[in-house]
């Protein structure tokens, strides 16, 4: 974790919150907030001001942002939730990562130099050394997928060094490249030379291939264990240097596989035994989820379940974590992220604010998600802990991108998960009137996926994407705050609504074939939910979804899966790629962790439909 106590100013707001008063808050950011009449105005401003920085999580900016959402819950009389101190709920994840001081030798000759070989992000640290087998492209396409190529067809990796070319076949056809595209992630790559026996991969782009002998640079990976196997990258110059002794040349052997010719076959590269050793060094920060709540009004209306309420506060810094859509002139500005999502955590601001003021049938949750950015690592990790018990969370409501409606068009998304959902915002839309965009599917995203997969009704409210998306323009002077209170008034008619009822009943929505593919394309259900940001080789869950293959085949929360039909789980994106090797009917076995104890079970995957 990178300390910033070195702040003054971050000192001073630590040790006053949650005694901080608003008035201190408001003076924090007097130089942002102007006196416009506004339910949002004056939050957006403060959260998408400059002295946030872009609230990367776990950085001083994300935690002055906790700091005012504090304050403003203090304000209105929100209360931490029960068992909980204050309103801060940290997490650890994994913020980035950098080569150690990997290293590799090629016969009497050893490269040290990031230039000519570098940890792969994802890599195990270790040393191994053994002779090197030329795979290829290094790409297994599932036999469920009726495409017949595979790179170790015909090799024999066990126990040695495989290198494989970066990226896909170059000159294939359209159709042969999205499908082998499907399978070409570095990741994906590293479990196939992993599950055929490797002791470790080594990465080359290829000379016809984008970035030719250049060394892959180490991404943004929020993921905290390793993938189970040695894993580097190397240039052009060093593949060349193995080559050699065989008579061969890299670019005449990546041509001889670029036609996407599935019978084109590796060979072992004599005389090119290697040493190498990787060093991945991650950098683990704390983020902080705020979560508070407004405890119901009267005796009775305690005992019913909660409604909730939840944004993303996070954005995305200076652009440094990767995500960034910012051209080359504006690299390293200040992301401000008025839009996104200043303005979803200032309607939920607001929607509480308006919910203080009287009486409430049930308790409502009131949280602001860090970690969205990096892949709903707040909300999963919430999910995955939770304070108050899921089945007691009648329905979630989330906001992200709510501030710049176009032609008063207003998206509400997720309307799927529950039959209850379409005649609630029929009525507030009465009195709204938005032209409103319906959409069943609860898989965006957004942090309404991660409740979508614990079972909980939910809806998310989204105004559209626009050209400022991502980059250092979206600031708060281009937000619409005449609609975004609008939005407001129309999410809390809806929760007032919810509070007044009967808790919505869950309905499982399949998730559906994106066109072109994909990972969300993937067919088979099992009904896991993973813990994103476990620390544990394997999949950790952090529940099952009721009545689906999972909880049938016995697993449950705190299962660590290792093993599924075959293939080896070292982390959750070997158990995504692994998913596509199931079929749908035909019983697969499960490896776990149950408390340390190794168990087996059959799980059946069903269909999604």
């Known amino acids: 974790m990178i300390s910033t106590t070195g702040s003054p100013l971050h000192v001073r707001l630590r040790t006053t919150v949650p005694a901080l008063s608003a008035l201190a808050a408001s003076l924090l950011f007097a130089g942002a907030v102007d006196d416009t009449p506004s339910k949002t105005r004056a939050h957006v401003q403060a959260l998408a001001s400059e002295k946030l920085e872009g609230r990367l999580a776990g950085s001083a900016g994300e935690r002055l942002a906790g700091d005012y ?19 801060r709920m940290p997490f650890e994840f994994t913020a980035g990562t950098k080569d150690g001081g990997s290293r590799l030798t090629v016969g009497d000759r050893t490269f040290d130099k990031e230039a000519d070989v570098r940890a792969l992000s994802f890599s195990d640290n270790g040393e191994a050394s053994g002779d090197v087998v030329f795979a290829g492209y290094g790409i297994v396409v599932p036999e469920s997928q009726n495409f017949g190529y595979d790179s170790y067809a015909a090799l024999d990796v066990t126990g040695k060094i495989v290198l494989a070319l970066r990226y896909f076949p170059e000159d294939a056809d359209q159709k042969t490249r999205q499908i082998l595209a499907r399978y070409a992630d570095l990741r994906y790559k590293a479990m196939a030379a992993r599950q055929h026996g490797a002791r470790a991969l ?22 905290l264990a390793g993938s189970g196997i040695l894993a580097a990258s190397i240039s052009g110059a ?13 670019e005449a052997a990546q041509q001889s596989f670029d036609s996407g010719n599935p019978h084109a076959a590796g060979f ?23 979560a508070s709540y407004l405890p119901a009004t009267g005796t009775a209306a305690a ?28 690299a390293g500005r200040i992301h401000f992220g008025a839009d996104d999502n200043a303005s979803g955590a200032a309607a939920v601001l607001a929607i509480a604010t308006a919910l203080a003021g009287g009486p409430r049938p049930r308790n409502v949750l009131v949280a602001f998600w860090s970690g969205e950015e990096l892949g709903l690592i707040g909300s999963n990790a919430f999910t995955a802990s939770p304070p108050v018990p899921l089945d007691r969370i009648a329905a979630y409501l989330n906001f992200d991108m709510v501030g710049r409606m176009q032609d008063n068009k207003l998206n509400v ?22 032209d409103l965009q319906l959409q069943e599917d609860p898989y965006q995203p957004t942090d309404v996926a991660t409740f979508n997969g614990a079972g909980i009704p939910s809806l998310s409210f989204f105004t559209g994407t626009h050209t400022d998306y991502h980059k250092p323009s979206d600031t708060a002077d281009k937000i619409d705050y005449e609609d975004l209170d609008r939005v407001v008034e129309f ?28 990972r969300a394309g993937v067919r088979v259900f099992t009904g896991t939910i993973p813990d994103y940001a476990a620390d544990a080789k394997g999949l950790l869950l952090s529940g099952v979804i009721g009545g689906g293959p999972a909880e049938q085949a016995g697993l449950r929360k705190g299962d660590v899966i290792v093993e599924i039909a075959g293939q080896t789980i070292a982390n959750i994106y070997d158990y995504t790629y692994a998913l596509d090797v199931l079929k749908i009917g035909q019983p697969a076995k499960v490896v776990y962790l149950r408390e340390g104890k190794r168990m087996e079970t059959t799980l059946v995957p069903a269909a999604r439909k």
Do not use: C
């Open 413 to 434: 998304q997720a309307t799927g998960t529950s039959p209850a959902w379409g005649r609630l915002i029929e009525q507030a839309n009465v009195a709204a009137g938005f």
């Open 202 to 223: 080594l990465v080359v782009s290829g000379p016809r291939s984008p970035n030719a002998g250049e060394t892959v640079p180490m991404s943004f990976d929020t993921a």
């Open 69 to 87: 959402l504090a304050a403003e819950l203090q304000k209105i009389g929100a209360k931490p939730l029960p068992g909980q101190r204050d309103y």
């Open 238 to 250: 060093v593949a060349d240097r193995m080559f050699a002794p065989a008579g061969k040349t890299l």
């Open 268 to 290: 072992a590269l004599p005389s090119a035994a290697v040493s190498l050793k990787t060093s991945v060094l991650r950098e683990k920060r704390t983020g902080h989820n705020i």
């Open 303 to 330: 005992d019913k379940p909660w409604i909730a309420l939840g944004a993303h506060y996070d954005h995305l810094g200076h652009g440094e974590a990767g995500n960034t859509l910012a051209a080359k002139d504006e």
């Open 491 to 518: 999410a809390a008619a809806i929760v007032r609504r919810l509070a007044a009822g009967d808790a919505p009943q869950f309905t499982k929505v399949e998730q559906k074939m994106q066109p072109g593919g994909g």
